[in-house]
């Protein structure tokens, strides 16, 4: 596969090509993901739960960021590799460019952080300062604990309007990527109806741009319930690569996320 970059991914918009997402965090699992044809790779702070057995993802630093991004870089085939800045790292916009560059360094072509309008400014500062972003809204892992749990969001018509203007205030702040966890499939198509910019969703139904997963919880080796959105698509596949292509083409097919996967 050629470098995947912003503008390729623009275009997949355009074209009406949805493209897939999954995350990944060291060279062997990037190399595997990214040569199954996994258009973007997301060096996700999920590692704290899925490597480190952390219960929720607000133990992970941008030292343990860096240097699983810097591992994915050596693997990854052509991908385009988003890292996440982790809790408390971009409480102000300083904070946010100093930590964005420490993982942009580490071989990052993009960063993610969660939250609405609030953050319009950081995104706006980190934009102009070369750093492309991704916003991710609705359900906010980072925030679990004003949220109350990992619950839908947007479910109210209040919230809903609040998170369609928090979509459109970033996208005008300069966002890239708008990623939605765990929003009503209604929601989610709106939101991507009236973006220019792709819009990634997990539990968010079959409209958005494109799809992620977290690679634990595709490959079923996640303990415990699985959450509605997940598929284990180790089922019919004879190994981890034949899933993930197999992920891949569900997710430019269409077939996944299906009606059982989405929040009505
Ligand atoms: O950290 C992560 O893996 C994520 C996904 C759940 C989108 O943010």
């Known amino acids: ?3 995947v970059n912003l503008q390729t ?13 999954l995350t990944a965090y060291d060279a062997s699992f990037a190399n595997l993901v990214s ?3 996994v258009e ?3 060096v996700g702070d999920s590692l704290g739960m899925v ?5 929720s993802t607000l133990p992970v630093t941008v030292e343990h960021m860096a240097y699983h991004t810097q591992s994915v870089t050596k693997g990854n085939q052509g991908a385009l590799i988003m890292s996440d800045l982790p809790f408390m790292s971009y409480s102000n916009v300083d904070q946010a460019l100093e930590n964005a560059a420490e993982l942009m360094r ?5 960063v993610k952080l969660e939250g609405g309008r609030a953050m319009a400014e950081t995104v706006s500062k980190l934009t102009e300062m070369g750093v492309p972003v991704c916003v991710h809204l609705g359900l906010t892992p980072q925030s679990v604990n004003v949220l109350g749990g990992y619950k839908v969001q947007g479910r109210e018509q209040t919230a809903a309007l609040q998170m369609l203007e928090d979509a459109r205030i970033l ?3 300069g966002a890239a990527i708008l990623l939605l966890e765990c929003v009503p499939t209604l929601l989610a198509e709106e939101i991507t109806e009236n973006s220019k910019v792709p819009v990634v969703g997990i539990g968010a139904g079959p409209h958005t741009d494109a799809q992620v997963l977290v690679l634990h ?3 079923g080796i996640t303990p415990g319930k699985k959450p509605k959105f997940v598929k284990d698509f180790m089922q019919g596949s004879s190994s981890v690569v034949e899933a993930v292509e197999n992920y891949v083409s569900a997710v430019r097919d269409g077939s996944y996320p299906a009606p059982e996967h989405s929040f009505e």
Do not use: P, W, Y
């Not at 275009?11 to 897939?20: I, M, P, S």
């Open 1 to 3: 596969m050629s470098s």
């Open 9 to 21: 991914l623009i275009e997949h918009k355009r074209n009406g090509r949805k493209f897939a997402m």
């Open 35 to 37: 040569s199954a044809g």
């Open 40 to 42: 973007v790779i997301l």
């Open 51 to 55: 490597l480190q057995g952390e219960s």
């Open 106 to 110: 580490a071989g990052a072509h993009m």
């Open 171 to 173: 996208e005008e702040a």
């Open 217 to 219: 919880d595709m490959l």
